[in-house]
């Protein structure tokens, strides 16, 4: 019997646990309310393609500050080395602040209008959501 009891306590506990996060948007009554549900990366490891990226051939691009009177901070793009390749894969993986990665275009030079557009393509594997 002790073991009946519990297991239904244990049912009740997960019954409320999982009711209050599905129902962080409604308030006690079932009225919608200000929430923050949880963030999730729908773009998390999935395929980027891009029209345009940088380092092949091996090639230098610099850093825009949009600060005047602040030096340029140029570095080399080389697809062919893992360290300094920036392909658009970097664009939907896990980065953190001792491992950062970054997709990176080919830089407009002064003067030079290329690349003018650049397209990048997520596939996201699903068919596009549709809110009505």
């Given amino acids: 019997m002790l073991w009946f009891v519990l297991r ?3 049912l009740l506990t997960g019954l409320a646990v999982s009711r209050g996060a599905m129902d962080e948007c409604t308030d ?3 009225r919608p309310q200000r929430c923050m549900p949880e963030f999730v ?4 490891n999935v395929t980027v393609a891009a029209t345009n990226t940088c380092g092949a051939p091996p090639e230098e691009y610099c850093v825009q500050t949009g600060a005047t009177g602040v030096t340029k901070s140029c570095h080399i793009c080389d697809g062919r080395d893992p360290r300094q390749h920036h392909g658009p894969a970097y664009l939907t993986d896990y980065n953190t602040q001792q491992d950062t990665t970054w997709w990176q275009s080919q830089t407009m030079l002064a003067g030079i209008q ?12 699903e068919s596009p959501l549709r809110l009505d």
């Fill in 8 to 10: 239904v306590l244990v």
């Fill in 114 to 125: 290329y690349p003018n557009t650049i397209n990048l393509t997520l596939h996201l594997g």
């Fill in 28 to 30: 006690d009554a079932g």
């Fill in 41 to 44: 990366n729908a773009a998390f």
